[in-house]
């Protein structure tokens, strides 16, 4: 199984995208999704995440501008990214942690905020 994500692009400053994430098969106890994102010259970090329970959990500089959001019936992730600034010019990563250790990642989708 993999997670393919999508909807990334370039966009100006102030714009907003919503990128996609779905699995190709099915993937079972999965306990949280999330995004992830690295810009070059720096370490992947967490944007954001959701629990099975629909808890979320934002980093501090997307908070009130990001918006995760799963779908249960479809196993697909969202997020959507809002008031986008050229500092978050990034590859964004969807993941899934189900139990057992086991966590799958997506290819990656670029996005790119600048003038």
């Known amino acids: 199984v993999q997670l393919q994500a999508s909807g990334g692009g370039l966009v100006q400053p102030g714009g907003s995208l919503r990128l996609s994430c779905s699995p190709t098969g099915n993937i079972g106890g999965i306990w949280v999704r999330g995004w992830y994102r690295q810009a070059p010259g720096k370490e992947r970090e967490l944007v954001a995440s959701?629990?099975?329970?629909?808890?979320?959990n934002y980093a501090d500089p997307v908070k009130g501008r990001f918006t995760i959001s799963r779908d249960i019936r479809s196993n697909r992730l969202y997020l959507q990214m809002n008031s986008l600034q050229p500092e978050d010019t990034a590859v964004y990563y969807c993941?899934?942690?189900?139990?057992?250790?086991?966590?799958?990642w997506g290819q990656g989708t670029q996005v790119t905020v600048s003038s």
């Open positions: 959701i629990t099975a329970g629909g808890d979320t």
């Open positions: 993941k899934y942690t189900a139990n057992g250790g086991r966590y799958y």
